[in-house]
T-cell receptor, first 114, second 111 residues
Framework: NAGVTQTPKFQVLKTGQSMTLQCAQDMNHEYMSWYRQDPGMGLRLIHYSVGAGITDQGEVPNGYNVSRSTTEDFPLRLLSAAPSQTSVYFC?????????????FGPGTRLTVT | AQKVTQAQTEISVVEKEDVTLDCVYETRDTTYYLFWYKQPPSGELVFLIRRNSFDEQNEISGRYSWNFQKSTSSFNFTITASQVVDSAVYFCALSESDMRFGAGTRLTVKP
C-alpha cells in the first residue's frame, strides 16, 4: 500500500496562475479531505468528501475547487493563485466520514505563490 | 461550532523531564472524537491516539499518557521522561462531522 500520495511535493506559481494539486489513496477510504497548514494556525480544513460524487466546504474554501469522481482521487484546484495561498497543503483520508476514525495524511505539497 | 484550543504555542524542556501538552475543546455534540497527532521536523503527520466522547478512561502507551476530562472539556497529553526524539509539533483535533485541529504546540526537548 502506498497510502496517501500527493503530487507535486513543491510548486512555485505566479499570481493569477491556476494549478491542480493531486491526491490519491489506495486504501479504499470513503472520506478524503484537504488541509492547509500555516505557521501558528495549525491545519485548516479546505474541502472534504464523504464519498465519490460528494464534496463539501470546510473552514477556508474560498479560492479552491474540488471534485471526487472516483474513490481513489481527490484533486484540489487553485483557480487563480494568490500570495495568501502560499502554504503547505495536506491531503488525508479515513475509513468513514472522518468522524470516528483517524485520518491518514499524505506527505504534503509546499506551494509558494509569488 | 467545534473549536480546539492549544494555548501553549511552544514548550522547551530538558531531556528526562515530564511535560504536559494542554488541549481544550468546544462542541455542542454529545458524540464526538478527539485525536492527537505528532508532526516531527520531517513534516509528516503521525496519528497518536483517538478517544470517543463516551470513554473517559485515561490511556497510557509507554511514555505517553492522555487525560480526558469531559467536565473541563480537556484532553491533555503527557510525555514522561522526555527524549530528544519527542521534539515535534503536536496537534490536538476534534471530530464531529469533520475534523478540526488546534494551532499546535511546538515541543523542543534539549539534551
Amino acid at each position: 500500500n502506498a497510502g496517501v500520495t500527493q503530487t507535486p511535493k513543491f510548486q512555485v506559481l505566479k499570481t493569477g496562475q491556476s494549478m491542480t494539486l493531486q491526491c490519491a489513496q489506495d486504501m479504499n477510504h470513503e472520506y478524503m479531505s484537504w488541509y492547509r497548514q500555516d505557521p501558528g494556525m495549525g491545519l485548516r480544513l479546505i474541502h472534504y468528501s464523504v464519498g465519490a460524487g460528494i464534496t463539501d466546504q470546510g473552514e477556508v474554501p474560498n479560492g479552491y475547487n474540488v471534485s471526487r469522481s472516483t474513490t481513489e482521487d481527490f484533486p484540489l484546484r487553485l483557480l487563480s493563485a494568490a500570495p495568501s495561498q502560499t502554504s503547505v497543503y495536506f491531503c488525508a483520508s479515513s475509513y468513514n466520514g472522518g468522524r470516528s476514525y483517524e485520518q491518514y495524511f499524505g506527505p504534503g505539497t509546499r506551494l509558494t505563490v509569488t | 461550532a467545534q473549536k480546539v484550543t492549544q494555548a501553549q504555542t511552544e514548550i522547551s524542556v530538558v531531556e528526562k523531564e515530564d511535560v504536559t501538552l494542554d488541549c481544550v475543546y468546544e462542541t455542542r455534540d454529545t458524540t464526538y472524537y478527539l485525536f492527537w497527532y505528532k508532526q516531527p521536523p520531517s513534516g509528516e503527520l503521525v496519528f497518536l491516539i483517538r478517544r470517543n466522547s463516551f470513554d473517559e478512561q485515561n490511556e497510557i502507551s509507554g511514555r505517553y499518557s492522555w487525560n480526558f476530562q469531559k467536565s473541563t472539556s480537556s484532553f491533555n497529553f503527557t510525555i514522561t521522561a522526555s527524549q530528544v526524539v519527542d521534539s515535534a509539533v503536536y496537534f490536538c483535533a476534534l471530530s464531529e462531522s469533520d475534523m478540526r485541529f488546534g494551532a499546535g504546540t511546538r515541543l523542543t526537548v534539549k539534551p
